[in-house]
């Protein structure tokens, strides 16, 4: 007998949060070397292009947890087949390829097509939205979409989803001045300013890291637990 689809979906969906924790890791771990004054311009600068090679991995992540989720919601919805099946499953997996196109393209090439990045970061804001009402409303409601197993579980995993893409809209804002401070850097060598500014940007997204981290492990253990989920 062949293996069961669900089981293949929940295997991905498993394998997007491992990489997507893993990858962010790797990103932490070089920014530390791209902070540090002691160590020659290029080797910053390789470090900086390692971070950035190793970015792209926890983005697409990111974006494909959102269709691979709604897949296995669509394959096991517990009542709401009317809001959840093989179109709306299709449909997203279709929004989530628009979605990565503008991630990969922007992460190639940051700031050549300024419409790339305020498609994606009103996409995400949007997105971000939704995502917490449904999860609120799922959180809150008897029997939200019509669902009679107690998907409260399910509501907090779209909150932590939610959340995570947040904390990478934060990343954003905070590191808008780091692209400026490590090209002074490149130009002109280190001077106590641009060390401070270089430190402020990368160091300031470290609670947002931590949100993410929150987030995707506690997201994962309710998608393995399901507490209080009748099914």
């Known amino acids: 007998m062949g293996a069961h689809p669900h089981g293949t979906w929940i295997l991905l969906h498993l394998l997007l949060f491992v990489f997507w924790l893993g990858g962010d890791l790797g990103v932490y771990v070089s920014s530390r070397y791209v902070l540090k004054p002691d160590l020659p311009v290029a080797a910053r600068s390789t470090a900086l292009s390692i971070m950035s090679v190793l970015d792209l991995g926890p983005k697409i992540c990111l974006v494909l947890v959102l269709p691979s989720g709604i897949t296995l919601m669509a394959l096991e919805p517990h009542g709401a087949e009317r809001l959840l099946n093989a179109w709306s499953a299709g449909a997203t997996w279709l929004f989530a390829a628009l979605w990565l196109w503008l991630t990969v393209r922007e992460h190639h090439h940051p700031g050549r097509h300024p419409w790339t990045r305020r498609a994606d970061w009103t996409l995400r804001v949007a997105l971000t939205a939704a995502l917490w009402g449904t999860g609120l409303y799922t959180l809150l409601a008897a029997e939200p979409f019509g669902v009679d197993t107690d998907p409260r579980w399910l509501g907090g995993k779209v909150l932590l989803y939610g959340t ?68």
């Open 164 to 231: 995570a893409i947040a904390c990478g809209l934060g990343i954003r804002l905070t590191l808008r001045p780091f692209g400026a401070a490590f090209g002074a850097l490149a130009g002109s060598g280190s001077s106590p300013g641009t060390e401070r500014a270089l430190r402020r940007a990368v160091d300031g997204c470290v609670p947002y890291v931590a949100g993410i981290w929150t987030c995707v492990l506690t997201a994962a253990a309710l998608g393995v637990f399901k507490p209080g989920a009748d099914l």
